[in-house]
């Protein structure tokens, strides 16, 4: 056994995997190209492959027309709209043996769906965010992939909001979709090119009230990673011969920029970026709607974005109280964040002065509490629990009551170490944090948890751009004459 595995460790390739799902990919595209490579599994592509029963006559002449007169028309291609069927599927590499392949039935077919039963597109509308029953609209669609994308495009846009504006040029008025008309086909076309068609599942559109999934069976390729898919990337077709028609009559491009182009046009039209997702054995992509709306904010509680600024001023006039100007007495500055608490606790053992240690720690704390509160005015449990701690030492000043004080303090300093920095964990900054914890509620979902984030950010833009900041509770009357600011 040791002598096999020196034999095979002089062999192996030795590789880093990011995670398990990579490493199973990998995995699974190596074994498959070693089975190839044996003869055991066929080395030709699926739509690569023969169609069994399929003659010349389930090629329809009328979709080979359509598409010849629009690739002319799109990329110039050579071939006239008249060309025999034979002729035109031979020079697209769709005909194996004068037999027409599964590509050349996928695109051009009388009837895909009889000799392909995965060849179909199911689109379903959802007046919630969540896959539930009844579905207040279903439909699947056949026919050849052209048709399959122009079905399910036309389904999802006339589901979404849209508004018409005319034009200063033209005589015909101009429509603007919530989300991008490309966007939305640039989704669809990809899962229909890219898709594994060996599967027995086919493509599923859904439309929900604040987003767009669109999945497609068969993972990305193992030379992509969906990190790659946000950047420049090459082009990795899983069908290449069902991607050179389509490439032809302009429903996708060759260059790998599809993913690029629909970040770039939700970006441009406001909308958070499309999240992809490789899950396994299947794709998942979602483009989210502007879904910033009424029926979304009534959800949450809110009623308005103003309504937003008016909670917070409430917050924040509970939270503080304002007093006439005086001369600050001198204290000690403290980074309290830097503490060694250990050594502080045996220095606080030794000290004979422990009140006046108690003292210079309790300034220290106010002093961050109330950097804390200026930042989110939302964390008055903090402070409620530094006055009861303050009013227990307030009430007796014995030597145990100092010592369980000061233990106390220490105790809530961490609790505000691990406030300070949930900002960083929550992944929004000081402002978005606010908002965020304005609008959570108890008992969330991971997916509840991670809208509403995308709600406070989104907010937070809404805010500024209206030149609303949330520290504009200074100039309410109640407190616009308040020269000074201390924490009850």
């Known amino acids: ?62 979709k080979l027309r359509w598409f010849l007169e629009k690739a002319r028309e799109e990329r110039g291609y050579a071939l006239s709209a008249d060309t025999p069927r034979k002729k035109a599927l031979a ?13 050349a039935v996928l695109l051009f077919g009388n009837a895909p769906e009889r000799h392909i039963h995965s060849a179909e597109v199911t689109c379903l509308h959802f007046h919630g965010t969540e896959i539930e029953k009844p579905i207040p609209s279903q439909q699947v669609y056949h026919g050849t992939l052209f048709e399959l994308v122009d079905q399910a495009v ?14 200063s040029t033209s005589p015909e008025s101009r429509i603007r979709y919530e989300v991008p008309y490309r966007v939305v086909r640039e989704a669809i076309v990809n899962a229909v090119a890219h898709r594994n068609y060996a ?32 950047g420049p990337h090459p082009s990795v077709p899983r069908n290449r ?44 992509l979602i483009i989210w709607r502007d879904w910033l709306t009424e029926s979304v904010l009534s959800a949450l509680g809110v009623s308005d974005i103003t309504d937003i600024i008016w909670q917070l001023y409430k917050v924040v006039d509970e939270a503080i109280e304002t007093k006439a100007d005086h001369i600050a007495e001198p204290s000690i500055p403290y980074n309290i964040s830097k503490i060694d608490f250990d050594r502080l606790r045996k220095e606080f053992e030794r000290s004979p002065a422990k009140r006046s240690t108690v003292q210079n720690l309790k300034q220290a ?74 609008l959570k509620k108890p008992e969330l979902n991971v997916a509840d948890i991670k809208r509403i984030k995308k709600v406070a950010v989104d907010l937070l833009e809404i805010l500024k751009a209206k030149k609303l900041k949330v520290d504009q509770w200074r100039e309410k009357e109640s407190t616009r004459d308040a020269v000074r600011v201390t924490i009850r």
């Open 1 to 62: 056994m040791k002598k096999l595995i020196r034999k095979a460790g002089d062999e192996v390739v030795r590789r880093r995997y990011a995670d398990t799902d990579e490493m199973l990919r990998l995995l699974y595209g190596s074994l498959i190209r070693y089975l190839q490579d044996q003869g055991v599994i066929a080395t030709a592509n699926f739509d690569a492959t023969p169609c069994p029963d399929v003659t010349l006559k389930d090629i329809s002449q009328r």
């Open 91 to 103: 020079h697209l590499n769709l005909l194996a043996k004068s037999v027409p392949t599964k590509g």
């Open 154 to 167: 036309d389904f999802v846009m006339a589901r979404i909001a849209r508004t018409v504006e005319p034009s």
């Open 199 to 230: 599967s027995r599942s086919g493509v599923q559109v859904m439309v929900f009230a604040n987003r767009i999934e669109v999945w497609n069976p068969g993972g990305l390729p193992e030379d992509l990673t969906v990190d790659l898919l946000r």
């Open 241 to 284: 011969l069902l991607c050179e028609p389509l490439f032809l009559a302009h429903y996708i491009e060759r260059a790998g920029t599809g993913t690029l182009d629909m970040i770039q046009l939700c970006t441009e039209a406001g909308l958070p970026e499309p999240e992809f997702l490789n899950e396994g054995e299947h794709f998942r």
């Open 365 to 438: 704390i106010e002093n961050r509490l109330q950097r804390l509160l200026e930042q989110n005015p939302l964390r008055t449990d903090f402070q409620r629990h530094y006055e009861e701690i303050v009013a227990e030492y307030n009430r007796e000043k014995d030597r145990v009551t100092i010592e369980k004080t000061f233990e106390a303090l220490l105790k809530f300093v961490q609790e505000l170490d691990e406030e300070d920095s949930r900002a960083v964990r929550e992944g929004l900054d000081e402002e978005s944090l606010a908002i965020f914890d304005l």
